[in-house]
């Protein structure tokens, strides 16, 4: 099957970052600390458990993985081990890459990517701020003057 008709059989339907996913009765998911910037008073900052969770449609065997990669997109601060999942036709499927101990050295914007059979599917901005930095947002009275 070419890269194609894979991606074409395939859609991430969404992507969320949160503290801890548990499994719960009936094949539930709860997701605890869901977040989508990370605000610290300094950095380098270190998170004990931090999940990428992957919501997929579509169907066919694949094997996924996960990265999180420096603002200039030239290291790897983490990378998950590969892992298969399948989705049946009209199906869907859950992929949850957790990490532990994961030190993001700067502030900046870090890019999570998720790769499917080793091919880069879809990569989503992550933002370390540093809470003592100033924002590159504009106040009201800037924006008047």
């Known amino acids: 099957m070419s890269q194609t008709e894979q991606k074409a059989k395939l859609e991430l339907v969404y992507m969320l970052f949160c503290d801890d996913v548990r499994l719960e009765v ?3 998911l709860s997701l605890m600390g869901v977040f989508q910037n ?35 997109k030239q290291q790897p601060i983490v990378v998950s081990q590969p892992s298969p999942f399948e989705i049946a036709p009209g199906g869907f499927a859950d992929n949850i890459s957790f ?3 994961v030190t993001f050295p700067v502030a900046g914007q870090y890019w999570v990517q998720t790769l499917v059979n080793s091919t880069l599917f879809d990569e989503q901005p992550l933002i370390v701020a540093d809470a003592h930095e100033p924002q590159a947002t504009e106040s009201a009275s800037d ?3």
């Open 99 to 101: 990490f532990v101990n």
């Open 26 to 28: 009936g094949n539930k």
């Open 38 to 72: 990370i605000m610290v008073q300094q950095v380098p900052v270190s998170l004990i458990k931090f999940a990428v969770v992957n919501h997929w449609r579509g169907e066919g065997k694949h094997l996924s993985e996960v990265r999180i990669l420096s603002p200039d």
């Open 143 to 145: 924006a008047v003057n």
